[in-house]
């Protein structure tokens, strides 16, 4: 398969424009799902279920794109392997597997899945088939990137781990997490997920990488600021309480 160049700049514009869109649209309030779950009629799936079937295609797709091209981006390889798809090795085999929460509604799981096959195809044909960076162990951005990356990683996992733990089996009631970089911020995890990807965006220095991470941080950014009201509320009623 040859560089698409110019498929790669629509769908990474659309990346970029959806997030914008999101962003002004959910200015107010958040999307009706998790913590912020509204009374709804909706379709409603079991939560582990749904982010299994919205995450998969984000790590199935650039491997089948891996699987099937003849051409040889060493680069690219090492890169898909080395971030995107151990990010969503995790979310799909091994977060979707322990997550706790309410059931998730239908409606914003297929558009989840329809944002991440986009965004696994847009990823994975770039890496593939156009990255151009030679001699790329002494490349700085990659370095650089490749570090806050990894730091994200390790942030968005350990914080997912504290929430986890809230809840004994069988629970969905949200608490005040604490430990970690949750004594500092209200929401690590988001926090650590949106460091991922703009050290990814570093480290392959490119369009598509930016569309993503401006895409990602559009969409959980806002959330983590309501979070984060959610949180400072639950103290305020802990503290009354014990008043």
């Not at 040859?2 to 498929?7: F, G, I, P």
């Not at 005040?176 to 965006?201: D, H, T």
Request: glycine share 6%; proline share 5%; aromatic share 14%.
């Amino acid at each position: 398969m040859q560089c698409n160049k110019d498929l790669l700049d629509y769908l990474s514009l659309a990346m970029f424009l959806a997030g914008i869109m999101h962003l002004y649209l959910h200015r107010k309030c958040q999307k009706s799902y998790g913590r912020h779950m509204a009374p709804t009629n909706t379709k409603m799936v079991p939560a582990r279920l749904a982010w299994f079937i919205q995450e998969l295609p984000s790590f199935l797709i650039p491997l089948l794109l891996m699987f099937t091209s003849h051409e040889r981006n060493s680069l690219g390889k090492v890169l898909l392997l080395g971030t995107f798809c151990p990010h969503y090795f995790h979310r799909t085999f091994i977060y979707s597997l322990l997550v706790k929460g309410q059931p998730y509604p239908l409606d914003i799981m297929v558009k989840a899945v329809m944002s991440c096959s986009v965004n696994g195809f847009l990823q994975g044909h770039y890496l593939l088939h156009c990255a151009q960076i030679e001699e790329w162990e002494t490349y700085n951005c990659l370095k650089i990137g490749l570090f806050l990356f990894y730091i994200g990683m390790a942030i968005n996992i350990h914080s997912d781990i504290c929430l986890r733990k809230l809840r004994k089996k069988g629970e969905v009631k949200y608490k005040v997490p604490r430990g970690g970089l949750f004594e500092y911020i209200s929401a690590p995890n988001y926090f650590g997920e949106i460091l991922e990807w703009f050290g990814y965006a570093i480290a392959t220095w490119s369009i598509p990488s930016l569309s993503f991470a401006v895409f990602a941080a559009c969409f959980i950014g806002p959330r983590a600021i309501y979070h984060h009201r959610l949180f400072y509320s639950l103290n305020e009623q802990k503290m009354m309480t014990h008043n």
